[in-house]
Every structure is written in structure tokens, then in C-alpha cells.
């Protein structure tokens, strides 16, 4: 337990003019929000720990059991539209002004590394959905969809994308052969995004890394690139 005074966040003027403020002893509590567009306003507690973890509890209807959120999962729990990029979504009232979590002193005290158990056992994910992607095979030069909803289908895809040799034969699931016909190019602009079902490519549905489709044993430099740079 730390000393009160010895935790920065403490001493910054900011916190305490956050609505709700709340100092426990190792972490504080603030009212917090996020807007959608269609819903309004979903109300929440933000707890900020001495040790740099950020969880959300959501002031819900009587029915609602989210429990204890992820900001990532708060923010997608308000259903709130567009781009999803929780701090800038998310607030919390200072001196009755809606300000975002990237403007206020709050994130310096964000700690990845304390973060990281919760992203990664519950956003496996949640993080980025995957639309779906094709591969040529080497023989027919016919495109086979890939599904990238699991880890694993995301693993099955990134594997066959680093065999340059890929044939029809090595897809382990929905068997097919050379001899089956091709997609249909119309059928082929449906690729899964939740956003629009015509969409070409768009930040709701193309992930430039996650957990979920990065991979700790593997070699590739994307993998690597990954795991060494990734940022909170």
C-alpha cells in the first residue's frame, strides 16, 4: 500500500475537480461517460489503480450485468457509433465539462503492462473485428475465403499467407478442391464488416495487429514488429 502522497495522481489539481471524485486507498474512483449519438449518454465509474489499471463499472438498468468493463468494452457496451478509439470517447466531468480521457492527466498514469491480463484474456477479442481476407492457391489461382472470427482461424489464415506454395488441398476446414468453383465477384465484396456489408476496407473491420491474429511463437516480422512495439 502506498503512502498518500507518495502516488502522483494524487497531487494533480485536475482529479479533484473531476465529478465524483473518490480516493480509496491504493486507487480513485470518477464519474465517467460515453456518448452515442442514438442512445445519449452511458454513465460509468472510472477506478484508476496506484498500480496503473483502468477498469469501468457501468451504471446500468437493474437488468444490465456487465459488471466490471475494459474502457475498450465500455466503449462498445454504450454503443456508441463511428470509429472506436476509447480515449477519446470516453469523459469525465470536470468542473461540469465533458472532457476526453486523452486531455486530462488521467492517462499518464495508464500502465500498459498492468492492463494487459484483462486485454488479453477478455479481448481476444473484442479488440478489432476481422473481416474476411482471401488467399490464391499456387495450382488453380482460384481465391478461397478465410473466416477470421477465433484466434485460431485468424492462425490458420496468417500461416497460409506465409506459404507462398498454398494450394486448395491445405485449407483444414470446409474442404475444398481445385475442382470447386471460384466465389462469385459480387459474393466476394461481402466480407463480413459490421459497418457496411459492401465495405472495401475501413478501420472497423481491417486490424493492423492485435492479439488476436498476432502470435508470440512466431517469427514473422510482423509478429515480431508487434510484440516489441506495441503500445498501451
Known sequence: MREKGKWGLLEEEEVKKMGGFVQGS??????????????????????????????????CSDACNAGELTPE???????????????????????????P???????????????????TSRALRRRNFHRDEFIRCSDCCKERRFRLRTRDQCRIYHDAMADQRWKCADR????????????????KS???????????GCMSCVCFGCLRCRFLDCHCRACIDFVQNTAP
Do not use: M
Request: glycine share 6%; aromatic share 12%; hydrophobic share 25%.
Open 172 to 187: 483444414p476446414y470446409d474442404l475444398i478442391t481445385c475442382d470447386d468453383d471460384e466465389e462469385r465477384e459480387s459474393r
Open 190 to 200: 461481402c466480407r463480413g464488416c459490421q459497418r457496411s456489408s459492401k465495405c472495401r
Open 73 to 99: 468494452e465500455f466503449e462498445k457496451h454504450s454503443q456508441r457509433e463511428g470509429i472506436k478509439k476509447w480515449k477519446s470517447s470516453i469523459w469525465v466531468s470536470v468542473e461540469g465539462v465533458k472532457v
Open 101 to 119: 480521457l486523452w486531455r486530462t492527466c488521467l492517462l499518464k498514469y495508464y500502465k500498459h503492462s498492468e492492463n494487459e491480463a484483462n486485454w
Open 26 to 59: 491504493d486507487f480513485i474512483e470518477v464519474h465517467c461517460g460515453c456518448t452515442s449519438k442514438k442512445y445519449g449518454d452511458s454513465p460509468g465509474k472510472l477506478r484508476v489503480s496506484a498500480a496503473g489499471q483502468f477498469l469501468i463499472f457501468r451504471f
